[in-house]
């Protein structure tokens, strides 16, 4: 069992940056594959970065392309989101997930373990 716990969400102006870092226990994580994921009210959960732990793999989508970066820390199992030039179409709450897969699914469907999430706010 692995356990996800996000920290780091909170309102910003636009044009502003947050770290969001995700904290895994339960097991070490060089194996997994790790994504960010974001979900707005009434709509669907959608993929924002992932990342291959072991292969070093990172992944974005269009809309964060350029302006998020996905990292991590063996020493401290930890995943972070940097995120620069926020918008308020990025107003979401943000899940960290974690799959036992070398490369990670695009969907969330294909990821076994996730945090509670965390709420991001961008004014305008």
């Known amino acids: 069992q692995v356990q996800l716990v996000e920290s780091g969400g909170g309102l910003v102006q636009a044009g502003g940056s947050l770290r969001l870092s995700c904290v895994a226990s339960g097991r070490a994580l060089n194996s997994y594959s790790m994504g960010w994921f974001r979900q707005a009210p009434g709509k669907e959960r959608e993929s924002v970065a992932s990342?291959?732990?072991?292969?070093?793999?990172?992944y974005y989508s269009d809309s964060v392309k350029g302006r998020f970066t996905i990292s991590t820390d063996y020493g401290k199992n930890t995943v972070y989101l940097q995120m620069d030039g926020l918008k308020p179409e990025d107003t979401a709450v943000y899940y960290c997930a974690a799959t036992g897969r070398l490369l990670p699914p695009q969907g969330p469907d294909g990821f076994d373990y996730w945090g509670q999430g965390t709420q991001v706010t961008v004014s305008s």
């Open positions: 990342i291959s732990w072991t292969l070093g793999l990172a």
